[in-house]
C-alpha cells in the first residue's frame, strides 16, 4: 500500500512538473509572439509619422507648383521672370547685375 501511494505521489509530482513546464513553454511563446508583434507595430507607427510629414511636405511642395503654373500662365510674368533668370533685356534696356551678399 505504501508503495502504491508512492507510486501515485510521484505521479502526481511528474504530472504537475509536466503541466509547469507545458505552462512555462507556453506563456514564453505566447510572449515572445506578443512582443514582436508590438515591435513591428511600433515600426509602423514611426513610418507613418515619417510619411506624414513627408506628405505635409509634399503637399506645400504642389502648392508652391500649382502657383508657379498659374503664374506661367501670364505672358507678363514670363517676360519678367526672363529677363531676371536669364539676363534678357528690352530694346534699349542694360543689364547690370548687381552682387548679393549672403
Same mark, same amino acid.
Request: proline residues 1%; hydrophobic residues 35%; glycine residues 2%.
Given at each position: 500500500?505504501?508503495?502504491?501511494?508512492?507510486?501515485?505521489?510521484?505521479?502526481?509530482?511528474?504530472?504537475?512538473?509536466?503541466?509547469?513546464?507545458?505552462?512555462?513553454?507556453?506563456?514564453?511563446?505566447?510572449?515572445?509572439?506578443?512582443?514582436? &508583434?508590438?515591435?513591428?507595430?511600433?515600426?509602423? &507607427?514611426?513610418?507613418? @509619422?515619417?510619411?506624414?510629414?513627408?506628405?505635409?511636405?509634399?503637399?506645400?511642395?504642389?502648392?508652391?507648383?500649382?502657383?508657379?503654373?498659374?503664374?506661367? @500662365?501670364?505672358?507678363?510674368?514670363?517676360?519678367?521672370?526672363?529677363?531676371?533668370?536669364?539676363?534678357?533685356?528690352?530694346?534699349?534696356?542694360?543689364?547690370?547685375?548687381?552682387?548679393?551678399?549672403?
Amino acid at each position: 500500500m505504501a508503495n502504491r501511494k508512492k507510486q501515485s505521489n510521484h505521479k502526481t509530482k511528474m504530472r504537475f512538473l509536466i503541466f509547469g513546464l507545458s505552462s512555462i513553454a507556453v506563456i514564453i511563446t505566447v510572449a515572445l509572439t506578443v512582443g514582436k &508583434y508590438w515591435v513591428e507595430i511600433f515600426d509602423k &507607427y514611426k513610418e507613418k @509619422q515619417a510619411l506624414e510629414k513627408e506628405l505635409v511636405s509634399l503637399q506645400e511642395k504642389e502648392k508652391e507648383l500649382e502657383l508657379d503654373a498659374k503664374k506661367l @500662365q501670364d505672358s507678363e510674368y514670363i517676360a519678367r521672370y526672363a529677363r531676371e533668370k536669364y539676363f534678357y533685356s528690352k530694346e534699349g534696356e542694360f543689364i547690370i547685375k548687381i552682387p548679393e551678399d549672403d
